[in-house]
């Protein structure tokens, strides 16, 4: 459970009153008026509940002036929560409430997917401390080092927080998570370019080889691991990002980019290149559907109406990229056998 906490004018109580009681939260109290003639209100709510109660604060305080709603996460309540309440519904509707007690809210999502696609200097400082690492790793052939890496992942967050901003019609998260995505490619294949022209080994290790080339197995990785997550962000499970940043890597490929660039390898370059375009591809497409099938959609309905038509309209695209992409892919191993 979780506490909904609303500053707002006085004259909203009887609302949020009646807001608690339709949707039969756990407790409600109220602080003491302010001097501003606000009032702090409290509602411990389930999390069947919660977005139910969220929807409906934000419905009668759109317009209102001052008031914040306040999401305070909770790691146990005493007594503990019986479930007697539930044995009154029905079957399905027990079902759903279970389906909605296991996702955050749209808010916590967008809160969280947010930050993550920041530009800013601690980005853009994550994305050449990633390349960096990145690159030592290939070009030693240690893939401890690639995996660190991976894990440091700055590039993951941006794209998920695209296919969450087409979602939900948020124009502004759609547009920073794309400057995002493109400036951190194009600095980390521009910063691995310097270190190839600098680096005094070889470029022939494996695992710098092993992502000059993708092979069709790569797509379903990159399917399985973008659905996840999403699917870890709707439920709140982020201890599963670390496993999708490793599996469905964006930085090695990057980086492989530009240290092929720096010695004239061209073909290899291009194939790094397909690699990185498919890993992309394939996080917008599945993590867009998994936002899709779990109902995460604007509050409003003119809002849902407009994001559904976008949504559609972006998987669309994504899957004809991808299909353009196999083309390319095929055509890529038949001229090289």
């Given at each position: 459970m ?92 027990q ?33 050449i ?69 600098i680096w ?19 797509t379903?990785i ?11 962000l ?26 092929m ?13 397909l690699?990185?375009?498919?890993n ?57 056998t």
């Amino acid at each position: 459970m979780k506490i909904i906490e609303v500053i707002a004018d006085a004259g909203h109580h009887d609302t949020i009153l009646g807001i608690a009681e339709q949707q039969q939260v756990e407790d409600i109290w109220f602080g003491p008026n302010n001097e501003d003639g606000r009032i702090s209100t409290r509602i411990l709510v389930r999390p069947e509940k919660r977005q139910k109660v969220l929807d409906a604060l934000q419905t009668i305080l759109h317009n209102a002036d001052n008031y914040h709603v306040l999401i305070i996460p909770l790691d146990t309540a005493l007594p503990k929560v019986t479930e007697a309440e539930s044995e009154t519904l029905s079957g399905e509707q027990q079902e759903q409430d279970k389906k909605t007690a296991l996702m955050s809210t749209r808010e916590e999502i967008l809160a969280q997917v947010e930050k993550d696609a920041q530009l800013d200097s601690n980005f853009i400082l994550l994305v050449i401390l990633s390349a960096i690492v990145a690159a030592i790793g290939l070009l030693e052939n240690n893939l401890a080092v690639i995996v660190g890496a991976m894990v440091i992942a700055p590039l993951l967050g941006p794209n998920i927080a695209f296919s969450l901003g087409a979602s939900l019609g948020e124009t502004k998260l759609v547009i920073e998570s794309l400057k995002a995505i493109f400036l951190g490619i194009i600095v980390a294949v521009l910063f691995s370019v310097g270190i190839g022209l600098i680096w005094p080994g070889n470029f022939d290790s494996m695992e710098l080889i092993a992502r000059t080339d993708v092979q069709y197995s790569s797509t379903a990785i990159a399917l399985a691991s973008g659905a996840a997550a999403a699917l870890s962000l709707v439920s709140g499970t982020s201890g599963v990002l670390v496993g999708v940043m490793v599996a469905v890597a964006l930085m090695p490929p990057a980086v492989t980019i530009g240290l092929m660039l720096s010695i004239g390898e061209f073909n290899h370059a291009l194939g790094a290149s397909l690699l990185l375009a498919v890993n992309i591809v394939c996080i917008n497409l599945s993590s867009k559907l998994v936002f899709l099938f779990r109902g995460i959609k604007p509050r409003t309905w003119l809002d849902a109406h407009k994001a559904k038509q976008s949504r559609l309209l972006y998987i669309v695209i994504w899957i004809v990229m991808l299909a353009l992409l196999f083309v390319i892919i095929y055509f890529r191993h038949k001229t090289q056998t």
